[in-house]
């Protein structure tokens, strides 16, 4: 009977879970509060002490793709809904900002309104879309994303360009600014969420829909909450690339391979923490970036690689493979003054 | 109307590559419950193996069959060995998310290694007989384009009898329908795998070759195949072969149609909606049975 | 010839077998009951290497089967008809027999099987070409069995195979069993009806909660007043038979 009792008595999976996730959150926080913000400080002081542009193009690159992984960690990682479709969003944050502001609107109206464009969307693709699990969300959300990648390169096929005025007072500064703050936004947003009630509701939902259901946590809702957030993130990514980037085709933020980079960046940090994409963005950017140079462009295959190893061995990514070393380390340090302390 | 009735017709050949295309894709899913969004790929190294071997010794793409489809068998065998084997043990759902998740780690490494040994340049195969056809009633029918519709229902009814009359074949379907049972009655499912998955591969080789002879082949035309091949096997429905080549068949037609109403760059969007159209009525999944 | 010693098995952190051992001598037809939920299930699916033991081990014929694939334990001759039926629903009956011999050894042996299979279950012949999946209840029991007789088995594992069936057809099946014994094939039989399957049972076991809880010959089991209490019905007090000893 004992047997019987106490195999009861323990939380349910999910909920054991999701209140692990929530102590991983708090414990180190006083910590990682003042390290968060050494590190804003050193990041908002570089333009004033260099003005080289190859370090503030890699640092801005890093920020953004920061935001690109990190909203989609939100729905993928967080809520457990792998969307291959983030590029819609990226690109819808793109176009919204690129029309108003070329027509008229001062940028940071643009810019809000890039966030909020791509969220009503996905909210309204979003409900028909919900009914699909698993791999089938993620198939789904990849064919509406194409379709509307497609579709703009039909509609807009010239190149977008920054006009002469805007391209003649063109300073790089600012975009750093505005990717770095967009990124702390990110992930300030990020943790707050998950640590409200709501976004525990979320974290229920990624590990078992059904059973959350039955305590009463409503799938729908917190899935287009969990949907919403990510999009508004990812449509000022886009904004911020709108912004940044002098020329482009108006099909190149909705393709496929921005989805991808929000994909490897995450699951190589470590999918369904907070600290992973930062992680995989900085060695995804850096490896990318670095590689483009000396190796021609092998580092898809490098990571092509890495993405399997992680998914089938590691499937913690970097965050994981840290802890595990820290701990392994940790006891081993123990049973070292364990031992010593035995031999006197 | 002759132009009509010409694009129908090319929209039916076309169809077929994409039915072949599928029905490996299909056979993967069914049969080991996974998504091998690598397919696409699978089929542009097929096509390249058949324009090495038509450009570099003569080869002709039809006979360079005999040689891509069992190398892709063991290219197949070996992809299985070292990564989808270890898919195998999770559980249904977990499986098909992690099959996706390494297939597109997959697709990542064979385009770019394409890239690199052969160029992103677009190629194709001219045969001296590939602007050859014949023509009824103003409509050309090339006769390559006539050979891909016969190859492709060739293949199709192969594959049914191998499935419908082997004893492997049998142990191939027993496995999609229960893999569980299929163990008691002394079927070795790891074996299974490994020959459906190196079936798969050898089918994509031939709509590989396909593609070469009559439309263009680079190694960034993975992912929309996939696409197509995914598209077919949803419209397809069931888990039958036979329903997946008149499914591509009808995407042909379908595409065709919608490029004459909405112009030519719409063809692809056409098939993507219904796609997701279906998706979203059956929500329970490709080869859901009520 | 089926000896499990000492078998422990888990699922995840749900231990669901503890230590338990019984015996299936050639000839036998052993019966186990209990309730829902005690690890019969789990148990057969031990015995045929569905699962694996985290410790303990299945000997058949005084050799261990830990080394074993799952598909090799028919080729010695334990067949199990699964809980549920499991047939393979997209294929017609009679290729779900032919599956059943799929093993070089019932192959050879698969016309006169089959043709003992059409006599055993006259109403699968009538419909050999009907798919699986489209069958009665009843009949794709009888389909279960008959798939699990083609492989030529010295040892017949049975789960549940009276669930949710009508009497009459009940009846037929544990008639089918007795009649499938009686050709010297040992039989283990879980089921929920205890008091048929006691009745052609030559021993028993009482399986709960993961242990095994008592055991003895059909007999002795029919005329014990726990079991009678718990499986039998007599008193319908909810009381179980840990609680009455």
Same mark, same amino acid.
């Given at each position: 009977?004992?047997?019987?009792?106490?195999?009861?008595?323990?939380?349910?999976?999910?909920?054991?879970?999701?209140?692990?996730?929530?102590?991983?959150?708090?414990?180190?926080?006083?910590?990682?509060?003042?390290?968060?913000?050494?590190?804003?400080?050193?990041?908002?002081?570089?333009?004033?002490?260099?003005?080289?542009?190859?370090?503030?193009?890699?640092?801005?690159?890093?920020?953004?793709?920061?935001?690109?992984?990190?909203?989609?960690?939100?729905?993928?990682?967080?809520?457990?809904?792998?969307?291959?479709?983030?590029?819609?969003?990226?690109?819808?944050?793109?176009?919204?900002?690129?029309?108003?502001?070329?027509?008229?609107?001062?940028?940071?109206?643009?810019?809000?309104?890039?966030?909020?464009?791509?969220?009503?969307?996905?909210?309204?693709?979003?409900?028909?879309?919900?009914?699909?699990?698993?791999?089938?969300?993620?198939?789904?959300?990849?064919?509406?994303?194409?379709?509307?990648?497609?579709?703009?390169?039909?509609?807009?096929?010239?190149?977008?360009?920054?006009?002469?005025?805007?391209?003649?007072?063109?300073?790089?500064?600012?975009?750093?600014?505005?990717?770095?703050?967009?990124?702390?936004?990110?992930?300030?947003?990020?943790?707050?969420?998950?640590?409200?009630?709501?976004?525990?509701?979320?974290?229920?939902?990624?590990?078992?829909?059904?059973?959350?259901?039955?305590?009463?946590?409503?799938?729908?809702?917190?899935?287009?909450?969990?949907?919403?957030?990510?999009?508004?993130?990812?449509?000022?990514?886009?904004?911020?690339?709108?912004?940044?980037?002098?020329?482009?085709?108006?099909?190149?933020?909705?393709?496929?391979?921005?989805?991808?980079?929000?994909?490897?960046?995450?699951?190589?940090?470590?999918?369904?923490?907070?600290?992973?994409?930062?992680?995989?963005?900085?060695?995804?950017?850096?490896?990318?970036?670095?590689?483009?140079?000396?190796?021609?462009?092998?580092?898809?295959?490098?990571?092509?690689?890495?993405?399997?190893?992680?998914?089938?061995?590691?499937?913690?990514?970097?965050?994981?493979?840290?802890?595990?070393?820290?701990?392994?380390?940790?006891?081993?340090?123990?049973?070292?003054?364990?031992?010593?302390?035995?031999?006197? | 109307?002759?132009?009509?009735?010409?694009?129908?017709?090319?929209?039916?050949?076309?169809? &077929?590559?994409? #039915?072949?295309?599928?029905? =490996?894709? /299909? %056979?993967?899913?069914?049969? +080991?419950?996974? $998504?091998?969004? *690598?397919?696409?790929?699978?089929?542009?190294?097929?096509?390249?193996?058949?324009?090495?071997?038509?450009?570099?010794?003569?080869?002709?793409?039809?006979?360079?069959?005999?040689?891509?489809?069992?190398?892709?068998?063991?290219?197949?065998?070996?992809?299985?060995?070292?990564?989808?084997?270890?898919?195998?043990?999770?559980?249904?759902?977990?499986?098909?998310?992690?099959?996706?998740?390494?297939?597109?780690?997959?697709?990542?490494?064979?385009?770019?290694?394409?890239?690199?040994?052969?160029?992103?340049?677009?190629?194709?195969?001219?045969?001296?007989? &590939?602007?050859? #056809?014949?023509?009824?009633? =103003?409509? /050309? %029918?090339?006769?390559?384009? +006539?050979?891909? $519709?016969?190859? *492709?229902?060739?293949?199709?009814?192969?594959?049914?009898?191998?499935?419908?009359?082997?004893?492997?074949?049998?142990?191939?379907?027993?496995?999609?329908?229960?893999?569980?049972?299929?163990?008691?009655?002394?079927?070795?499912?790891?074996?299974?795998?490994?020959?459906?998955?190196?079936?798969?591969?050898?089918?994509?080789?031939?709509?590989?070759?396909?593609?070469?002879?009559?439309?263009?082949?680079?190694?960034?035309?993975?992912?929309?195949?996939?696409?197509?091949?995914?598209?077919?096997?949803?419209?397809?429905?069931?888990?039958?072969?036979?329903?997946?080549?008149?499914?591509?068949?009808?995407? =042909?037609?379908?595409?065709?149609?919608?490029?004459?109403?909405?112009?030519?760059?719409?063809?692809?969007?056409?098939?993507?909606?219904?796609?997701?159209?279906?998706?979203?009525?059956?929500?329970?999944?490709?080869?859901?049975?009520? | 010839?089926?000896?499990?010693?000492?078998?422990?098995?888990?699922?995840?952190?749900?231990?669901?077998?503890?230590?338990?051992?019984?015996?299936?001598?050639?000839?036998?037809?052993?019966?186990?009951?209990?309730?829902?939920?005690?690890?019969?299930?789990?148990?057969?699916?031990?015995?045929?290497?569905?699962?694996?033991?985290?410790?303990?081990?299945?000997?058949?014929?005084?050799?261990?089967?830990?080394?074993?694939?799952?598909?090799?334990?028919?080729?010695?001759?334990?067949?199990?008809?699964?809980?549920?039926?499991?047939?393979?629903?997209?294929?017609?009956?009679?290729?779900?027999?032919?599956?059943?011999?799929?093993?070089?050894?019932?192959?050879?042996?698969?016309?006169?099987?089959?043709?003992?299979?059409?006599?055993?279950?006259?109403?699968?012949?009538?419909?050999?070409?009907?798919?699986?999946?489209?069958?009665?209840?009843?009949?794709?029991?009888?389909?279960?069995?008959?798939?699990?007789?083609?492989?030529?088995?010295?040892?017949?594992?049975?789960?549940?195979?009276?669930?949710?069936?009508?009497?009459?057809?009940?009846?037929?099946?544990?008639?089918?069993?007795?009649?499938?014994?009686?050709?010297?094939?040992?039989?283990?039989?879980?089921?929920?009806?205890?008091?048929?399957?006691?009745?052609?049972?030559?021993?028993?076991?009482?399986?709960?909660?993961?242990?095994?809880?008592?055991?003895?010959?059909?007999?002795?089991?029919?005329?014990?007043?726990?079991?009678?209490?718990?499986?039998?019905?007599?008193?319908?007090?909810?009381?179980?038979?840990?609680?009455?000893?």
């Amino acid at each position: 009977m004992e047997q019987v009792g106490s195999q009861l008595n323990q939380p349910t999976v999910p909920l054991r879970a999701a209140l692990s996730a929530r102590r991983r959150f708090s414990r180190a926080r006083v910590f990682s509060w003042i390290v968060v913000a050494l590190i804003a400080l050193a990041m908002a002081a570089v333009p004033q002490v260099t003005t080289r542009s190859d370090v503030l193009n890699l640092l801005f690159l890093i920020f953004l793709f920061i935001v690109l992984g990190q909203s989609w960690n939100i729905l993928a990682g967080f809520a457990g809904q792998v969307s291959l479709g983030h590029a819609a969003l990226f690109g819808l944050g793109a176009l919204t900002t690129r029309t108003l502001w070329f027509g008229g609107v001062p940028f940071p109206l643009a810019f809000a309104a890039s966030g909020l464009v791509p969220a009503v969307c996905a909210s309204l693709i979003g409900i028909p879309t919900f009914r699909l699990r698993g791999a089938y969300f993620s198939i789904g959300t990849l064919a509406i994303a194409e379709v509307l990648r497609i579709t703009i390169a039909n509609t807009l096929p010239l190149v977008s360009f920054l006009p002469v005025d805007m391209l003649a007072t063109y300073e790089l500064a600012p975009r750093y600014y505005l990717a770095l703050a967009l990124a702390l936004a990110t992930m300030l947003a990020t943790y707050l969420l998950f640590r409200s009630r709501y976004g525990l509701g979320i974290l229920a939902i990624r590990e078992d829909e059904d059973a959350a259901q039955a305590t009463g946590v409503r799938a729908l809702p917190h899935k287009l909450a969990a949907l919403v957030i990510s999009s508004f993130f990812a449509g000022l990514a886009g904004s911020t690339y709108a912004f940044y980037q002098v020329s482009y085709y108006p099909e190149a933020p909705f393709h496929a391979g921005w989805t991808f980079d929000a994909l490897l960046i995450t699951f190589v940090g470590g999918v369904g923490t907070l600290i992973g994409p930062v992680l995989g963005a900085i060695f995804y950017i850096f490896v990318r970036e670095r590689l483009a140079v000396t190796l021609v462009s092998l580092h898809p295959l490098i990571f092509g690689i890495l993405f399997i190893l992680i998914v089938l061995i590691f499937p913690g990514g970097l965050v994981d493979i840290g802890t595990r070393l820290r701990r392994a380390w940790n006891t081993r340090r123990a049973s070292h003054s364990e031992s010593r302390s035995a031999g006197k | 109307m002759t132009l009509i009735i010409q694009n129908l017709v090319f929209g039916l050949f076309v169809g &077929s590559i994409y #039915g072949i295309a599928a029905v =490996g894709l /299909a %056979l993967v899913f069914g049969v +080991m419950k996974m $998504l091998n969004i *690598a397919h696409g790929e699978l089929l542009m190294i097929g096509g390249y193996v058949s324009f090495w071997l038509f450009h570099l010794a003569g080869v002709d793409p039809f006979l360079s069959l005999l040689i891509s489809a069992p190398l892709l068998f063991g290219l197949g065998v070996v992809l299985h060995q070292v990564l989808y084997r270890h898919i195998a043990r999770f559980e249904t759902e977990q499986k098909i998310k992690n099959s996706m998740l390494v297939s597109f780690g997959l697709v990542l490494i064979l385009q770019n290694l394409a890239q690199q040994m052969w160029t992103a340049d677009e190629r194709s195969i001219q045969t001296a007989y &590939s602007g050859v #056809g014949a023509d009824v009633l =103003g409509v /050309a %029918l090339p006769y390559t384009r +006539m050979a891909n $519709l016969g190859l *492709a229902l060739l293949v199709v009814i192969g594959l049914h009898l191998f499935l419908s009359r082997t004893y492997l074949g049998k142990a191939i379907r027993a496995t999609a329908d229960e893999w569980e049972s299929a163990i008691l009655v002394g079927v070795n499912i790891r074996q299974t795998f490994l020959i459906t998955f190196g079936l798969s591969a050898s089918l994509a080789a031939i709509a590989g070759a396909l593609v070469v002879v009559g439309y263009g082949l680079s190694p960034s035309i993975g992912l929309a195949w996939t696409l197509k091949a995914l598209v077919v096997v949803v419209l397809a429905g069931t888990g039958s072969v036979f329903g997946v080549v008149p499914a591509g068949l009808l995407l =042909g037609l379908g595409e065709a149609v919608s490029g004459i109403i909405a112009g030519p760059a719409y063809r692809e969007v056409f098939g993507l909606l219904i796609f997701v159209a279906i998706l979203v009525v059956r929500p329970q999944g490709l080869f859901g049975r009520a | 010839m089926l000896e499990v010693k000492s078998v422990n098995a888990s699922y995840g952190d749900f231990q669901a077998l503890w230590d338990v051992s019984l015996v299936v001598n050639a000839g036998e037809i052993v019966v186990l009951i209990g309730p829902n939920g005690a690890g019969k299930t789990t148990l057969m699916r031990t015995i045929v290497g569905l699962h694996r033991p985290s410790a303990g081990n299945v000997v058949l014929d005084g050799h261990s089967t830990a080394r074993l694939d799952g598909c090799e334990l028919v080729e010695r001759g334990v067949a199990l008809v699964p809980e549920g039926r499991k047939l393979f629903g997209g294929m017609s009956v009679l290729e779900n027999l032919e599956m059943g011999a799929y093993t070089a050894r019932a192959r050879q042996a698969r016309a006169q099987t089959l043709a003992w299979v059409w006599q055993v279950f006259p109403v699968l012949a009538e419909r050999r070409r009907q798919i699986a999946s489209t069958l009665s209840g009843g009949m794709q029991q009888m389909l279960a069995i008959g798939r699990a007789l083609m492989s030529l088995p010295r040892l017949l594992l049975l789960d549940e195979p009276s669930l949710g069936l009508a009497p009459l057809i009940v009846q037929n099946i544990f008639d089918v069993v007795n009649l499938v014994n009686r050709k010297g094939v040992a039989v283990l039989l879980v089921e929920q009806n205890a008091r048929a399957a006691l009745e052609i049972a030559q021993r028993a076991y009482v399986m709960e909660r993961g242990r095994i809880a008592g055991q003895g010959t059909g007999a002795e089991l029919l005329s014990d007043p726990n079991v009678r209490r718990a499986y039998l019905g007599y008193i319908s007090t909810g009381k179980n038979l840990a609680e009455g000893t």
